[in-house]
């Protein structure tokens, strides 16, 4: 059983381009939820997808989007990219995403911004 | 709002002793807690939830953790330390007030093992 894949692994990018990550969640799962998490930190919630549909955001302004496919699968867009963006992104699924609900994490995508 | 505090942003311990990990909670409703762990250049993985049936729930590897109210605590124990243990510890609360699974985490405290 795959868990939750995420692509790339690593990634470098120069201040004001864009970047674009990637996520597969585990199997049977259909939420998917992205975290930010910076280093020495906490991870950060940034939204979370279901049913095709932004239905939560945390503190993330709108340079921050993404998108969910009808295969569950999901991508989260950087646009303007700044400096500060720089940390691991982690992909988390769930099924249904009620608040009882276990994520299950993928590896994350490490993003540096230069 | 909820929110969660780790107390200790790093812990060290000798092989074999007692593993002791503070969380504090902050919650007006009672809370779904976690606690993952996160091994370098690794994702996070589950070792235990709270969900509001027994207060002292079991994990992975060995940990434990204790669910008191009064103390708005959530403690992770391992009563004896292994090497392969040296990681990152985070603690999270489920974010009620949406209604859905979106995690808050404390700010994760780094434990050593030394020999």
């Known amino acids: 059983d795959a868990g939750v894949t995420q692509s790339p692994t690593h990634l470098i990018k120069t201040r004001g381009q864009q970047v674009t990550l990637r996520c597969s969640p585990k199997?049977?799962?259909?939420?998917v939820s992205w975290y930010q998490q910076a280093l020495g930190q906490g991870p950060q919630f940034i939204f979370q997808?279901?049913?095709?549909?932004?239905?939560q955001r945390g503190n993330f302004p709108d340079r921050f989007s993404g998108h969910q496919f009808p295969n569950y699968s999901s991508e989260l867009n950087v646009n303007a990219l700044l400096l500060g963006d720089s940390a691991l992104y982690l992909c988390?699924?769930?099924?249904?995403?009620?608040?009882?609900?276990?994520?299950?994490f993928g590896p994350g995508t490490r993003l540096t911004v230069l | 709002a909820q929110s969660v505090t780790q107390l200790g942003s790093h812990v060290s311990v000798s092989e074999g002793a007692l593993v002791l990990l503070r969380c504090n909670y902050s919650?007006?409703?009672?809370?779904?807690l976690f606690w993952y762990v996160q091994y370098p250049n690794q994702g996070l993985q589950l070792l235990l939830k709270?969900?509001?049936?027994?207060?002292l729930v079991k994990g992975i590897n060995g940990f434990e953790a204790e669910f008191k109210k009064s103390e708005t605590s959530f403690h992770l124990t391992k009563p004896s330390a292994h090497m392969s243990d040296a990681a990152e510890y985070f603690c999270a609360v489920s974010d009620l007030a949406g209604g859905y699974n979106k995690l808050i985490f404390g700010a994760g405290t780094r434990l050593a093992v030394h020999p």
């Open positions: 199997s049977g799962h259909d939420t």
């Open positions: 709270y969900t509001s049936a027994a207060t």
């Open positions: 919650s007006s409703v009672p809370p779904y």
């Open positions: 997808y279901y049913e095709e549909e932004e239905r």
């Open positions: 988390a699924s769930s099924s249904g995403g009620v608040v009882t609900d276990t994520q299950y």
